[in-house]
């Protein structure tokens, strides 16, 4: 029996004539941001559809916190926030709608709040420093501002295994020192978080291990050594230059 939070042996995907993924193996430990790594097609958005169990596997097994993946996204254990939200910006939703749709899945089948997830709504707005704009329409705040309230979606949830599609992409300097801060204190909190990011310069900050993919796990280790250029290369070629 592992005590990893996610564990993926010999996992494949496949769409039709293309092969997403082959036998991917990978542990995800509590406490522990790690970094995914490589090249747009190299399998990160299909691992992150397999362990959400949105993308069927080929074959390989899949097993969260010990058990089958169903079981542990019905306990609402699980928490994704992917690369892009399929979002009218011009639907008066309002940001505090969108963080309380994090806790859905603990409010039965009427869904009415009850003190408990407004008080979890309110923490994860005061987390990413958006309490201020709770009642602003989500169209009308920046990129980095709208993924913010995406991942506070997720922390309202209270899932104690966190997977975040390129939370980076698009936001500004501000929203993205937020997000790091957050997610460190997350994984003090005992969290495991994977993180996909094309940001190799922030890894090091970011990240306590690192994850090489192109469709299989070409490295896994720490940051340092996933950033020196021979290991790099196996996963995006040659002239990858790291900057600070």
Not at 141 to 158: I, W
Not at 212 to 233: H, I, K, N
Request: hydrophobic residues 45%; contains cysteine; glycine residues 12%.
């Amino acid at each position: 029996m592992t005590d990893a939070i996610v564990s993926l042996q010999g996992v494949s995907v496949r769409y039709g004539a293309v092969q997403a993924l082959t036998d991917v193996s990978l542990e995800l430990p509590a406490g522990r941001i790690v970094g995914l790594l490589g090249v747009n097609g190299s399998g990160k958005s299909s691992l992150f559809g397999a362990v959400m169990g949105t993308v069927p596997i080929e074959s390989g097994r899949i097993r969260l916190f010990g058990g089958e993946p169903a079981a542990a996204r019905k306990r609402n254990l699980v928490s994704y926030v992917p690369q892009s939200e399929a979002v009218d910006w011009d639907f008066p939703l309002s940001v505090w709608d969108v963080v309380m749709m994090g806790r859905y899945g603990r409010m039965g089948p009427t869904r009415r709040p009850r003190a408990e997830d407004r008080e979890a709504t309110e923490r994860a707005l005061q987390r990413v420093g958006l309490l201020d704009l709770a009642s602003r329409q989500i169209g009308e705040l920046s990129g980095g501002q709208r993924k913010r309230v995406f991942v506070a979606r997720g922390v309202a949830q209270e899932a104690s295994l966190l997977l975040l599609d390129e939370p980076f992409a698009g936001v500004d300097k501000g929203s993205e020192r937020t997000i790091i801060e957050l997610l460190h204190g997350l994984r003090d909190e005992g969290k495991a978080i994977l993180v996909s990011t094309h940001d190799l310069a922030g890894v090091p900050e970011l990240c306590d291990e690192v994850v090489l993919l192109q469709r299989r796990v070409l490295f896994q280790g720490s940051p340092a050594d996933a950033l020196a250029p021979e290991t790099l290369a196996l996963a995006f070629g040659g002239g990858v230059a790291v900057t600070g």
